[in-house]
């Protein structure tokens, strides 16, 4: 999607800013470590977490379905006749 340039030749700081890579050479290599393993920590706790959940959920579904029968074959299963003219 394309903005128009701001009037009267103003600076457009924002898209300047959005357009620059961040710069991380300040952060120490040791902190930024400790930051990557904390971010990966967390993803899989996470992860995990809902992976459990979603079980969680998916066996509650099951015993319901079960529970109200609608898990079973058809008791008398209905048959399409087919009419001869």
Same mark, same amino acid.
Not at 2 to 28: E, L, M, R, T
Not at 36 to 43: C, G, L, S
């Given at each position: =999607?394309? *903005?128009? $340039? @701001? @009037?009267?030749?103003?600076?457009?700081?924002?898209?300047? $800013?959005?357009? /620059?890579?961040?710069?991380? $050479?300040?952060?120490?290599?040791? !902190? !930024?470590?400790?930051?990557? &393993? #904390?971010? !990966?920590?967390?993803? *899989?706790?996470? =992860?995990?977490? +809902?992976?459990?959940? +979603?079980?969680?959920?998916?066996? +509650?579904?099951? /015993?319901?379905?079960? &529970?109200? +029968?609608?898990?079973?074959?058809? #008791?008398?299963?209905? !048959?399409?006749?087919?009419?001869?003219?």
């Amino acid at each position: =999607m394309n *903005f128009p $340039s @701001p @009037p009267n030749g103003q600076n457009d700081d924002f898209s300047a $800013s959005v357009k /620059q890579k961040p710069d991380f $050479s300040d952060i120490p290599l040791e !902190r !930024r470590k400790v930051a990557e &393993k #904390q971010a !990966r920590n967390w993803f *899989f706790i996470l =992860m995990g977490s +809902g992976l459990l959940i +979603g079980v969680i959920v998916a066996f +509650g579904i099951v /015993q319901l379905l079960q &529970k109200f +029968g609608l898990a079973d074959k058809p #008791q008398n299963p209905t !048959r399409i006749e087919q009419t001869q003219n």
